[in-house]
């Protein structure tokens, strides 16, 4: 009778609309959790089942559930009694506990499915090719209400279904917005981005949660160029009213630390100040003169001397030096971004003669060259996607494979001299083979171009890869270095992080980055000219002094942000303060720390402790900018700031020797340190303690107290 | 003079250890004109006199300070005959022995020194434009040193559009800088730049046309800061002509051969070369010349006139990016032949050559470079290591009439500068072997150790290294290299043979050169020997990291001068030292050897070690153990050397050496070479198990 009865119903549910694994099982699979990390989507899978990680490989777990086992995960006469549909129900032991109960709609599409002969499906009508998002975007007057999101995914076939269930919808910022079930509740004040995918497809909604106060009106203040345009609406439509403009001192200082890195020493400052010209145009001339300063060459060389991982562990020392060199001539040149881009691509020959070959050095092999390739010159991270398609973008392991494709041909043999080595491309077993199943995988385009770019099927691939990539019209690359310049001047990008750019991960204000991209490449990739765009907009020139309506805004450029010296930056500006030179090893007397050829000298010193990154990747997060307790005990009672403030030679014994007044020794200390005047009370209160007993070393004291402040720890 | 020669006179005979060489002042001089050479080092007051292959005589002047004889001497040099401009070797020849060479540079220009090189000055005294030491007149050279990560600035005067060329002379000429030039207008904007010259191997050397009269500032620094040394160098400058490239790198001994040197074309006269190399000048220019290589086969210069016929040497260029030059080669089915190029070892290529040989039918036969390399314990980290000219060994398929040999760029380079010799002969196996000692002083009455190099070329049996013509009471032991099975992963074929040199107590002084062969039976009988090359010198190269190595550069060698092993009768020793196996004691797994060693020392206060570095070359899976002295007789002890199954049951080499401190220095004493066979190792007997033991029933 049981029989008889389980058959009648399992006729009952085998009636039911044709199920396929594409379209109805496998959403079931990745939102029950069996296709995630902790349970079947785990590398090595569990308990003997493997899954693809949120199943971005549909015909893979197809196959796994179908034929592992010997097929037993099935038992077509009665669907009831697969493992498939006892583990989740519990109705058998399951590790994983209870997925869905045995009543559910789960339950019966995959039932449905079993019975009706566990059909794959057709990808050219059963794929998701779109997913359709309500509202666009979310918009909250205040904080406490809640909005709810509805999914709908388009087939192939034209057909749609709500998946609002299915879908997983996350929060990049769930202190602003908290997502739950697809309902969505404001927090507090301030954006978050919800993304939203099922299936392999990806959608985001912005979130806006504005601040309830009332009285805004939004003070137009003057804007200098487009950035400041894009900028003031994006704060309007948020209620944000932006600081107005820092004064003279302030400006200086920030544009010559940003700029070159040091700081303004105090005839310049003094100097700037007693420029009668117009605000706007003295600081566009000192934007100029800063960016034609050797120091200029020298910041941006360490800069990019991170990104390309210029460091003697890879290149060895001579190599190190070379690279270094040719770094440093292609920013004193300004050559094209873009063009430098294009001769690291596709370099070859010896890494002596040619530095640029040095690039291939660093990684070595095509995959990580390929990472390195598309995080720093593309912003975005393909390296999820060696093992799987990338759970936060469109990016597929097969993408993954085309990509580093490219590179699967350039080859590295020892040179004659020691530390050279050749690049080159390898004549025959070039081949990008998949891990999976060992086929050969051609070289493909992140995305297609705008602008076709024929790939050539000899080994010398590269070229096509730096015509595409380098490409006015890849929609990445202009974008990315516009995008990391920008966070060099903010301490944050418009998209954060500045090598992270996805979908999921949108920028703060698109309108912004658009107009900075397109003016990045109607000007040839000028990087000097970005810079100089960025230092005279009024934006970057803010007060870092917050008003009632921006205090609480960390990503819309409404005020400056202080940040903490780098830590070449800090070595430097004490040394200037001083008056005094580093005194590193294995490189000359006067070299400063901007000016080090990589992070083996001065290695476990004070330029590691405060944050300088050894070089041993090419993200940016490498570099620190934290503050440690060992740092503050160093500058207290390290050995760096106390014998920079007692070098014989240094600021304090000449001002001491030229018998300068206190009140001009204070002076003079204020100016070199927080490249400022002292105000009244602060040149009071300095006169004062030094005309206290023994002048010279309470002058030490003054000038170790204000290198311990944050008045000059700080660009602000 | 009198005085100085009675103070020769009265020098005791030998006294103390080899002069040793370090310093040479001035390190150039200008062509023609008599100077005064100062050399420092250790061990200088036994007699020294100089060798060179500078056209001079050196005569001794007495010291400045007498009390510093041992480390300074001074020479009054003057030319005996026209001094061209070029290298030239010194070395300092004692009774007690001999030093090592050092480098001496002829210029055509007046020479200065830097005022911070001069004796007495303080360092770092135009290590800045603002300190710049002014250069007043050109042409001129100046002779300057890096004293560490420094660098110097030189302040030159230009009038606009004036030519100027500024040229480093380092590496050349012997020095261990690697050195950069850079020209910096007063603000210290760089205006021009070279480090490696392709023509220069790494020095250094730009033409710059001032843009504008006024100052200029030329920088000299090394490329890596590093300290070094050897770590002069000579800054030339002045509007000259130089070679700017070679073509052909090389020529057939006997023979006038054309080449062009860029700057126009010079006759290289070949009929008296001795040596595997020489060098060409443009005719009257101040440039160092360059290096130019002599063959011994018939030479064919590309594109090729007639088929070629073997042995040959085919000078080529790939002249453009992308060239692939190929040459068809006449072969017998079955035979083996050996292409070798040689081009980057000159310095004059920048080629990293890409041999390959296809048959007719356009299958690949063998190719060399780009393929896996041996293993190399010795490189610091894996973007350290080098490789050389390649050479290629393959064997005609049966049935072949021709093959076609192609030559590329690895990295598909081409230009003026990748040029290249491409050598061709059939010769089933080969050896080739180079004296890895620079040269030996054999102390009377004791030992010196030599090593040599041999490179097998298809050939894996044993080899014999042995001396030529050995002077009268000096004796060699060793020389052994073992056969070995060839391994397919590790394709390094470089081996090394110790040989012993002894001299007897009275044997007769000697300066000279002692030559080596290696030898061995093919694999068919017939007899394959080869003579070693010498170093001709050995100027070490220091890493610029302090903390962790992580580059060392290639040290400087002249075999360009074609030395075999220069040698001298030394001093007695402090000691002698022997060395005899005891006991070869049979283990399970492999053997062990009970080595004594036994020092004599004719003075009985002379302290010994109570242990010795042992130098065993070729023993696979060598250890030492339980080293020790006798407790009644420290100058006698033991060590066991044990074997593995690893280990070929062949005939060894092993020699032993310790220092000894005699008379406040520390000296060196070795021991003959002895031989000893290691037994093969039995296999283990079966033991009997129920089921064999049921089986044999």
Known sequence: ?716 | VRTLLLFLCTLPLAAGPAPVLNELQPRGAQKGRPFELTVMGNYLDEGVRIVSTLPATFTPLAPDKPEMAARYAKFLVEPTAEWEVGVYTVRLAAPNGLSNILLFTVGAFAEITEDESRPGSLPNQNDSIEKAQTLSSTPLIVNGTLKGPERDVYRVYGKATEKRVFEIEARRAGSSIDPVIRILDANGKQLARSEDDPLLALDARLEFTFPREGYYYVEIHDARFSTQGQNFYRLKTGFYPYASEVFPLGGRRGEVVEVSLGAGSVKADLRNATGPQTFLNIADSPALPVPFAVGDYPEVREPLAAPLTLPVTINGRLAKPGEIDRYELPVEGGAKYILQVQARELGTSKIASLITVTGEDGKQIARVGDGPLPVDVAAVQVSSRTVGDPYLQFEAPKDAKKVIIAVEDLALRGGPHFGYRLSVYKKPQELRATISTPFVNIPAGGTALVSVNVERRDYAGPIRVEPIDLPEGITATGGDIPYEIPDPINRANSRRAIIALTAAPNAKPFHGEIGFRAMAKGDHGESIETRATGLGYLIGVAGATTQGVVDRQRALTGTWLGHQLPAAISTPPPATLTLALEKTTQKAEGYEFLFRWRFDTADASQAVPDNVSIDLPNFIDFRAIEMAADKKDRKTGTFLVTSTRNTLPTLYNISVSANLRSGGVMQEVVSPVIAFNAPAVPEPEEKPTNASAAANR
Not at chain 1, 16 to 22: G, I, K
Not at chain 1, 165 to 194: F, Q, Y
Not at chain 1, 332 to 356: C, F, H, I, Q, W
Not at chain 1, 504 to 510: D, E, F, I, L, V
């Open chain 1, 1 to 716: 009778m049981r029989l008889l009865l389980l058959t009648a119903s399992a006729l009952t549910l085998a009636a039911a609309d044709p199920v396929t694994y594409l379209r109805d099982v496998a959403p079931i699979l990745n939102k029950a959790g069996c296709t995630s990390g902790p349970c079947h989507g785990a590398a090595k899978g569990k308990n003997g089942f493997k899954l693809s990680l949120r199943g971005y490989d549909a015909q893979f777990d197809y196959e796994a559930l179908l034929y592992d086992l010997s097929g037993r995960r099935f038992n077509r006469a009665e669907p009831g009694r697969s493992l498939v549909l006892a583990k989740p129900t519990q109705q058998v032991a399951h590790g994983g506990g209870l997925r869905f109960e045995k009543d559910s709609e789960y339950y019966k599409t995959i039932y449905n499915w079993i019975a009706q002969g566990v059909p794959y499906g057709d990808p050219a009508k059963d794929a998701v090719t779109q997913l359709e998002v309500t509202p666009a975007a979310i918009d909250m007057p205040k904080p406490g209400q809640t909005a709810s999101v509805k999914v709908v995914a388009r087939y192939a076939d034209g057909k749609t279904r709500d998946v609002t269930r299915e879908a997983t919808v996350e929060s990049n910022t769930p202190d602003v917005a908290k997502v739950d079930a697809a309902k969505v509740s404001g927090e507090r004040i301030g954006e978050a981005t919800l993304l939203v995918r099922y299936e392999g497809k990806f959608s985001t909604i912005p979130v806006t949660i504005l601040n309830p106060k009332p009285g805004f009106v939004f003070r137009a203040l003057a804007q200098h160029n487009f950035i400041d345009a894009a900028i003031d609406a994006k704060l309007q439509k948020v209620k944000i009213q932006p600081s107005p403009a820092a004064d003279d001192a302030a400006f200086l200082r920030r544009a010559s630390l940003d700029l070159t890195g040091q700081l303004p020493t105090p005839e310049d400052i003094r100097a700037f100040l007693a420029d009668p010209a117009p605000q706007r145009v003295k600081r566009a001339r000192k934007i100029d003169k800063l960016i034609a300063s050797p120091a200029y060459v020298d910041h941006w060389t360490v800069k990019w001397g991170d990104l390309l991982q210029s460091t003697r562990k890879f290149l060895g020392e001579k190599g190190t030096y070379g690279f270094r060199e040719w770094i440093r001539a292609s920013l004193a040149a300004n050559k094209p971004y873009d063009k430098l881009v294009r001769e690291l691509l596709t370099a070859g020959g010896s890494s002596y003669d040619n530095p640029a070959a040095n690039y291939f050095r660093t990684t070595r092999e095509a995959k990580p060259t390929m990472e390195k390739t598309t995080q720093v010159f593309l912003g975005v991270r393909m390296v999820c996607a060696q093992c799987h398609d990338h759970p936060f973008e469109k990016w597929t392991q097969n993408q993954y494979f085309q990509m580093a494709a490219f590179f699967s041909a350039v080859g590295l043999r020892p040179g004659y001299e020691i530390g050279e080595e050749i690049v080159y491309d390898i004549r025959a077993e070039y081949d990008m083979k998949h891990p999976k199943d060992s086929r050969v995988v051609p070289p493909q385009f992140l995305i297609a171009s705008t602008a076709p770019v024929p790939i050539p099927s000899t080994p010398r691939r590269r070229d096509a890869l730096a015509d595409w990539l380098t490409s006015a019209q890849n929609p990445f690359f202009a974008k990315a270095i516009v995008n990391r310049v920008w966070s060099y001047f903010f301490g944050y990008g418009i998209i954060d992080p500045v090598d992270d750019i996805r979908a999921s991960n949108p920028p703060a204000n698109p309108a912004l980055l658009d107009a900075l991209t397109k003016d990045f490449i109607d000007h040839g990739f000028d990087l000097q000219h970005l810079m100089r765009t960025i230092a005279n907009s009024r934006a970057y020139q803010a007060d870092f002094r917050t008003n009632e309506w921006n205090e609480k805004d960390a990503t819309n450029f409404s005020h400056a942000l202080p940040r903490r010296l780098a830590a070449e930056q800090l070595m430097d500006a004490v040394a200037q303060a001083a008056g005094a030179r580093p005194n590193f090893p294995e490189v000359p007397d006067d070299t400063l720390a901007s000016q080090l050829p990589d992070p083996h000298v001065g290695k476990d010193g004070f330029l590691d402790l405060f944050g300088r990154p050894n070089r041993e990747s090419a993200c940016e997060c490498e570099r620190r900018a934290d503050l440690s307790l060992p740092q503050a005990l160093n500058l207290i009672n390290g050995k760096t700031i106390s014998d920079a403030v007692a070098d014989p030679k240094g600021r304090v014994a000449k001002m001491v020797l030229a018998g300068k007044t206190d009140a001009a020794m204070v002076e003079e200390l204020y100016l070199a340190t927080f490249s400022r005047l002292p105000t009244k009370a602060e040149s009071e209160a300095g006169v004062k303690y030094l005309g206290g007993g023994a002048r010279a070393a309470r002058a030490q004291d003054l000038l170790w107290a204000l290198l311990n402040s944050k008045g000059f720890l700080y660009s602000y």
